[in-house]
């Protein structure tokens, strides 16, 4: 099945965006609508629409894509500390559903 999500989108290159970081596995681009000075987003390259729908592969990559964040946080922008979201179904207001990781940093962010 040919997904037509903006993210898939975005990773073939059919929509532009301002790309820090890409392999095979997951890319980090830049959000474009951020909510803190630097807002990035950590999106896999597979289409999985859901944190709960995560294979126990998946899950891994998430833990891979964590570890990477935090040995690029020079290049990222967020020494002084970072937030990582994700954002599950209606209620926490996902608008895109290709599951992804927001990274917020870049000032001192607003509590919750
Ligand atoms: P969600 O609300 O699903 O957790 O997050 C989706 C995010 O994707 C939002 O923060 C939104 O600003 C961002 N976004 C939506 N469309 C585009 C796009 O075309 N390009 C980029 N760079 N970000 C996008
Ligand atoms: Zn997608």
Same mark, same amino acid.
């Given at each position: 099945?040919?997904?037509?999500?903006?993210?898939?989108?975005?990773?073939?290159?059919?929509?532009?965006?301002?790309?820090?970081?890409?392999?095979?596995?997951?890319?980090?681009?830049?959000?474009?609508?951020?909510?803190?000075?630097?807002?990035?987003?950590?999106?896999?390259?597979?289409?999985?629409?859901?944190?709960?729908?995560?294979?126990? @592969? $998946?899950?891994? !990559? +998430?833990?891979?894509?964590?570890?990477?964040?935090?040995?690029?946080?020079?290049? &990222?922008? #967020?020494? @002084? $500390?970072?937030? !990582? +979201?994700?954002?599950?179904?209606?209620?926490?207001?996902?608008?895109?559903?290709? &599951?992804? #990781?927001?990274?917020?940093?870049?000032?001192?962010?607003?509590?919750?």
């Amino acid at each position: 099945m040919v997904e037509e999500c903006v993210f898939c989108k975005i990773r073939k290159g059919e929509i532009p965006s301002t790309t820090l970081y890409k392999d095979d596995e997951f890319m980090i681009i830049k959000d474009i609508n951020p909510q803190a000075k630097v807002h990035l987003i950590a999106i896999p390259t597979d289409h999985v629409p859901y944190i709960d729908m995560m294979t126990q @592969e $998946g899950t891994a !990559l +998430l833990g891979k894509i964590m570890g990477k964040i935090s040995h690029m946080q020079e290049e &990222l922008g #967020i020494t @002084e $500390g970072y937030r !990582l +979201l994700i954002n599950q179904g209606e209620n926490a207001g996902q608008t895109v559903n290709h &599951l992804h #990781i927001h990274i917020l940093g870049g000032e001192k962010l607003k509590d919750f």
